[in-house]
């Protein structure tokens, strides 16, 4: 079942994991923002970078960088620009394409580049191609950023769940975090796409969430989008048993962990 179907419902669903690692990224890492910027935000989705650096420059009264936002799912590409619309998002363009072939953007087009929650979503065979592309996009001495997932509880919602309703254990196994929440492999993609290993660098961003409500969390997780993305293969006699399974994972990661971890790798490379 592909993400893109659920384009439009992806944004509202996630971005509560999903933000909190660009602000850390845009806050503690990156160069300061000012509108004689180029930013790709790459595998885009609709556009969650995007809108945090609109709304950091409007809290700081700056005019927003140009930005380019490329995403290989046609329905999140239609999603980001709704948003352009909706949010007034005059210097960004959105594009579909594979970010193992930025055939659309020139070679030190940008100064920075974000892929947030991106890199371990590609394919593995051009997990390379797409950061030698990042490479040749970026200006000499710009810098890219990447999130991978290091500890989630998503993850583990889906492999629970899957487990609780009897699933075959491919379908458990597919949301396990596997290599991409270990740092070398990211690193050693960034170093196979050509980026020098001293200047590749990694840091741990923490989330934990949940602690005050319990049926909110559950309401939340029980909405079209993780209902439809988690039970899409499950039979009809399976699929209303989502929320119960749900709601059980929550209260044992709750007593486990003191609430729903959202853990990742942040990794800076510099060209
Ligand atoms: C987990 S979402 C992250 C979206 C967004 N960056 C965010 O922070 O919410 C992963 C995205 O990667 C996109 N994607 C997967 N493979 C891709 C590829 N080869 N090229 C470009 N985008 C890709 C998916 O369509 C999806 O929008």
Request: aromatic share 10%; proline share 3%; hydrophobic share 40%.
């Amino acid at each position: 079942m592909s993400l893109n179907s659920f384009a439009h419902l992806y944004e509202e669903a996630t971005i509560v994991e999903s933000r909190p690692s660009v602000l850390d990224i845009l806050d503690n890492y990156a160069p300061q923002l000012h509108s004689d910027m180029s930013i790709l935000d790459l595998a885009c989705g609709s556009g969650t970078v995007t809108r945090v650096i609109h709304e950091q420059c409007s809290a700081k009264n700056i005019k927003p960088p140009r930005i380019v936002g490329v995403d290989i799912g046609d329905m999140f590409i239609e999603a980001f620009n709704e948003n352009k619309k909706a949010y007034g998002w005059e210097t960004a363009q959105g594009f579909v394409g594979d970010a193992s072939d930025l055939h659309m953007c020139k070679d030190g087009e940008f100064d920075l580049v974000i892929m947030n929650y991106g890199l371990f979503a590609v394919a593995d065979a051009v997990a390379n191609k797409v950061t030698a592309e990042i490479r040749r996009v970026l200006k000499p001495g710009g810098r890219a950023f990447f999130t991978v997932w290091r500890d989630n509880f998503i993850s583990r919602m889906f492999q629970g769940t899957n487990r609780a309703v009897g699933r075959p254990q491919e379908e458990v196994d597919r949301h396990d975090l596997g290599k991409w929440s270990l740092a070398e492999t990211s690193h050693d993609t960034l170093v196979a796409g050509g980026f020098e290993p001293s200047k590749v660098k990694h840091f741990r961003h923490d989330d934990t969430f949940g602690l005050a409500n319990q049926k909110s969390l559950v309401d939340r997780f029980d909405q079209p989008f993780w209902k439809n993305v988690g039970t899409a293969a499950w039979t009809d006699d399976q699929k209303p048993r989502w929320r119960a399974e749900v709601e059980k994972l929550i209260l044992k990661e709750q007593e486990e962990r003191g609430g729903l971890q959202a853990n990742c790798w942040i990794f800076v490379a510099e060209k």
